[in-house]
């Protein structure tokens, strides 16, 4: 099988003339040395209980070595690690405290007013996506590991919401990666999981400005155009989340749409689900024209990410793990798994270090933890 490439898009352009070098690891701290991704990494012979281990072993690494050398939440490894790792501590044992301490570090000891920013005619609060990302994963581990509402994911969800926008989303704009800092009503989405996630927050919420945020959020992501056919299946997570916004007709068209991507060697390709200038304000031309010379650019391979996001989402609104659609799909998780416990993805995002590869390994290990597949 060629390579699956995978769109993580910047603005940023790197000159031929003044090449940077290339890394020697993906991660790396004392003690710890993860190598680069690659295409030509073997993949299993058999998915089993030792893969499983290695790709929690993944996990855990990348992430303490983000911890200890980067010390910032972002939406490649810390991001991924915390909003999807709790819920997987019944098969994987519970999640690393010392990625949660840098989490909690980041939340303010003081929520203030924040100050709306523009640039190009957009109007943004920057940080938005960080202070999404931090709360998410505070809200996760509250729910998956202690059972109950902490103080600092309190105050970070309180936070968060100060830098909502006035129509009621979080705008992305600022920073261009795919998957999740891609369109506004992705960003939105994940805020709506946060505040969902978190033990008895919403329920018990009485502050009259908080209540008026969420609903004002809850009314944008009801009535949203849609920007791509990414946002259009994205209605299945929010029907997972918030019911009440999203109709039957919308999440039978969202299925119908999301099932008829189905490749035949059972993945999926996140290409597939946008034009190439459809995913974010304002695309690089040097990127565009990048991606369109990709040898399978005319028609996207079947890639990680997406075929274990396709499956999440049927599975998040009960399609049976049995469903012929997902079965396939299971298959080509098991089959492309690395020997190293990674699900290997190509990125363009600085087109070196690969973290794709990271998010795409932490939707694995959900996608087949749904369909009790982490024995």
Same mark, same amino acid.
């Given at each position: 099988?060629?390579?699956?490439?995978?769109?993580?898009?910047?603005?940023?352009?790197?000159?031929?003339?003044?090449?940077?070098?290339?890394?020697?690891?993906?991660?790396?701290?004392?003690?710890?040395?993860?190598?680069?991704?690659?295409?030509?990494?073997?993949?299993?012979?058999?998915?089993?209980?030792?893969?499983?281990?290695?790709?929690?072993?993944?996990?855990?690494?990348?992430?303490?070595?983000?911890?200890?050398?980067?010390?910032?939440?972002?939406?490649?490894?810390?991001?991924?690690?915390?909003?999807?790792?709790?819920?997987?501590?019944?098969?994987?044992?519970?999640?690393?405290?010392?990625?949660?301490?840098?989490?909690?570090?980041?939340?303010?000891?003081?929520?203030?007013?924040?100050?709306?920013?523009?640039?190009?005619?957009?109007?943004?609060?920057?940080?938005?996506?960080?202070?999404?990302?931090?709360?998410?994963?505070?809200?996760?581990?509250?729910?998956?590991?202690?059972?109950?509402?902490?103080?600092?994911?309190?105050?970070?969800?309180?936070?968060?919401?100060?830098?909502?926008?006035?129509?009621?989303?979080?705008? +992305?704009?600022?920073?261009?990666?795919? /998957?999740?800092?891609?369109? =506004?009503?992705? #960003?939105? @989405? !994940?805020? %709506?999981?946060?505040?969902?996630?978190?033990?008895?927050?919403?329920?018990?919420?009485?502050?009259?400005?908080?209540?008026?945020?969420?609903?004002?959020?809850? +009314?944008?992501?009801?009535?949203?155009? /849609?920007?791509?056919?990414? =946002?259009?299946? #994205?209605? @299945? !997570?929010? %029907?997972?989340?918030?019911?009440?916004?999203?109709?039957?007709?919308?999440?039978?068209?969202?299925?119908?749409?999301?099932?008829?991507?189905?490749?035949?060697?059972?993945?999926?390709?996140?290409?597939?689900?946008?034009?190439?200038? =459809?995913?974010?304000?304002?695309?690089?031309?040097?990127?565009?024209?990048?991606?369109?010379?990709?040898?399978?650019?005319?028609?996207?391979?079947?890639?990680?990410?997406?075929?274990?996001?396709?499956?999440?989402?049927?599975?998040?609104?009960?399609?049976?793990?049995?469903?012929?659609?997902?079965?396939?799909?299971?298959?080509?998780?098991?089959?492309?798994?690395?020997?190293?416990?990674?699900?290997?993805?190509?990125?363009?995002?600085?087109?070196?270090?690969?973290?794709?590869?990271?998010?795409?390994?932490?939707?694995?290990?959900?996608?087949?933890?749904?369909?009790?597949?982490?024995?």
């Amino acid at each position: 099988m060629k390579s699956a490439y995978f769109l993580l898009l910047t603005t940023t352009v790197v000159f031929a003339a003044d090449p940077k070098p290339k890394p020697e690891f993906q991660y790396k701290t004392e003690g710890i040395q993860v190598s680069i991704p690659t295409v030509d990494e073997p993949r299993v012979k058999a998915f089993g209980p030792d893969t499983i281990k290695a790709a929690a072993k993944y996990l855990d690494d990348g992430a303490i070595c983000w911890v200890r050398e980067k010390t910032c939440v972002n939406c490649h490894t810390t991001g991924p690690y915390l909003s999807e790792r709790p819920a997987l501590s019944r098969q994987l044992g519970q999640p690393l405290e010392e990625v949660l301490a840098d989490f909690v570090k980041t939340v303010p000891a003081e929520v203030k007013p924040q100050k709306e920013t523009e640039k190009d005619g957009i109007k943004y609060y920057g940080g938005s996506w960080t202070s999404i990302w931090r709360s998410l994963g505070l809200a996760e581990w509250d729910k998956h590991v202690t059972g109950k509402l902490s103080a600092h994911t309190e105050r970070s969800l309180h936070e968060m919401l100060m830098r909502q926008s006035a129509n009621g989303s979080f705008v +992305s704009y600022g920073e261009v990666e795919i /998957p999740h800092i891609t369109t =506004d009503f992705e #960003l939105t @989405l !994940q805020a %709506a999981r946060a505040v969902t996630a978190a033990p008895g927050w919403l329920s018990d919420l009485k502050d009259a400005e908080l209540l008026a945020r969420v609903e004002k959020m809850k +009314s944008w992501l009801r009535t949203a155009e /849609p920007k791509n056919d990414y =946002d259009r299946i #994205l209605r @299945l !997570q929010l %029907a997972h989340y918030m019911p009440d916004l999203v109709p039957q007709t919308q999440r039978d068209a969202a299925l119908a749409l999301l099932s008829s991507k189905q490749h035949a060697d059972g993945g999926w390709s996140l290409r597939d689900m946008s034009a190439l200038s =459809d995913w974010h304000f304002k695309m690089s031309d040097t990127v565009v024209k990048l991606v369109s010379g990709l040898p399978d650019a005319a028609k996207p391979e079947s890639d990680a990410y997406m075929t274990a996001f396709a499956v999440v989402l049927m599975r998040q609104n009960n399609i049976p793990a049995s469903d012929e659609r997902i079965q396939r799909a299971i298959t080509w998780l098991k089959r492309e798994q690395r020997v190293s416990g990674r699900w290997w993805m190509h990125s363009l995002y600085r087109g070196n270090y690969h973290y794709i590869t990271y998010i795409a390994t932490a939707q694995a290990l959900k996608a087949l933890a749904l369909c009790d597949e982490l024995h």
